[in-house]
């Protein structure tokens, strides 16, 4: 009968509950790894504590705790994707329970179901509980991180366990991410302006055993922090954020399309209807807004001064603050408004999740076992020896297939000698005698250099991670071959120059010309703006380059660039491949692709009507021929990378 009482009086969260888990724990075992959990899971070979510390820890961009979690777990279950997920599930359905835990807490039961509700259902939540990273257990930590500050600062009655518990969540976050730890330092320099003075002094000391457990990472993070970033400028892929990147978080937050807009919308009249009418934001608002507000602009600052590190996983942290202002203004609405706007967002998270973006059947497909299970199809369909592939990864990672499926892959990997050098892969391809090629996330320009070998399109499977082609040498009746045809856009938009004076007369999509011992340094420019193009985000911009010469000692130190800027303005992208790469003995015909990506920072280049530039820095007096030039715009890869869109 309890049990009965018990349900009907608290089946609303029960609901909210069921539904987190539903949504996590049905694809149990379709779940694939991603290749930052195999890149994780790589680093867990190492044979003893220290070196894993030394090699496994210190050379990636996170602090130590998930990475030891995995040596350790990984010895007892291998790399089995049921049970290397299983934890981190916990984590994401422990982060709902105790998110309204904290809302109940210091607000009431309204807020709880709001914000649970979100941390239940909202997608980016759900996708990011199914890896095996350090992002759910950092909001799990930041959730009882502020559980813990909020009832030595707001409750009456305390103990000591929980100082305790917060020096031990505040430490955790430290060691879990570099963004969860600043979360738990601004959490904690925050607080001397709100916490009761009588209790300052005991404080005090928990926050000096936090730094205390912290101190023995210390030298890690100096290290990581010493060693560069992913940002653009230094190497790496990550662009600047926008001014306006925080709506973007926000808008992941609560969904994409018009439902995704409509919870922002009554979010934001809930919140300006409630200040109006009570005229204050009560101290534990304030405190959330800016926990929330101060970590988003440190990230942001450091990301345009420093180093672009913003994304949506860093503020996953402090977006646990911000989701529970948010729902802190439903705290004053009756409970009949609560229920109905609680399903509101079941019926809205659902559909995005479901019907836009294809939870169950299009997310957790990542594109190493699909490359695997291809390949394993090929052969099976066509015999042994059939195929071969070249896998982007590294080899751990088709290692783990190889074990998973009893099978030993033909392949080469993007780490490969062969692959590393344009010379040693056509070697590599032109000694290939099976009739199929499996390849996975192999760039555009790649793809048409391996065209040349494999001319054909048998299969092309793409997913928001996975990108799949099976090119083939025996003619196919596949009508699915927007992937290698391309659309030709050299045309009369373009400016193309000869030794920077003389116009060029071009016939259909190709050219020839004689470049000579009288060329100057840049003798051949083509040029227009890139809004003239009509290249769209996610497609490929690729220039193929098909040149004779005798000798590679005619093209020794020559490139073929391709530049994006301003006029009069230093280079927003740039890209260069050497002629003498692309050179082969016993043929008198060489051809080189340049690709352009046209990814994140598109958008903004369009905006600022930026111009392609494509010359050839020409360095010695010289002799040869361009016998072929074209620029194509080819749709290779329309959903990739566009999950939180």
Known sequence: MNLILNIKKHWLIILIMLIGIAFRFLPLYDYEFSHDELSGLSRTAYPNFFDELYYGVKIDAHPALIQLFLWVWVTWFGYNEVYIKLPFLICGVLSIWYIYRFAVLFFNKNVGYISATIISLSFIFIVYSSYARMYIPGVLFSILLLISLFKIIFLQNIKTRDYFFFALFAALCAYIHHMSSLFAFVCVGLSFFYINKERLKKYIIFCSLAILLYLPHLSITLYQLSIGGIGA??????????????????????????????????????????????????????????????????????????????????????????????????????????????CFLFISFAFQNLGKKHLFSKVHVQEFEQQSRIYLDVEAKFGKNSATGIFASEEFFVDVYEKKYNKSFNHITIYDNAYGSITKLRSYLSSLKQPYIVLGGINAATTQLIKEYYPYLYLHK??????????????????????????????????????????????????????????????????????????????????????????IINIADDKLCLSISEKESNAAFYKSENLKDYFHLGKKTHTLYLELFAGSDFPSWIKCNMNVSIFIDKNKKSHYDIVNFKVKIIDYSPTRWTLWN
């Open 233 to 342: 400028q230094v190497g790496g892929w990550l662009p600047p954020p926008r001014i306006n990147e925080i709506y973007f978080f926000i808008k992941t937050l609560f969904g994409c399309g018009f439902s995704g807009l409509m919870i922002m919308i009554v979010f934001a009249l809930v919140s300006i209807f409630t200040i109006v009418k009570n005229k204050r934001i009560t101290k534990k608002q304030s405190l959330l807004f800016w926990i929330f507000t101060i970590n988003y602009v440190i990230i942001h600052l450091y990301s345009v001064y420093k180093n672009p590190i913003l994304q949506n996983s860093c503020l996953l942290f402090s977006g646990t603050a911000f989701i529970l202002l948010a729902s802190s203004f439903f705290q004053y609405f009756n409970n009949k408004y609560i229920i109905a706007f609680s």
């Open 462 to 551: 793409e997913d928001y991670f996975s990108n799949i082609l099976v090119l083939s040498k025996i003619k196919q009746l596949n009508v699915d071959v927007s992937i290698i045809q391309n659309q030709s856009t050299l045309n009369s938009s373009f400016n193309i120059f000869i030794n920077n004076e003389r116009p060029l007369i071009f016939y259909k999509d190709s050219m020839y010309y004689s470049l000579t011992k009288k060329d100057l340094q840049y003798p051949f420019s083509v040029g227009t703006s890139l809004k003239k193009i009509e290249l769209q985000q996610n497609q490929s911009l690729v220039i193929e380059l098909s040149y004779k010469t005798d000798s």
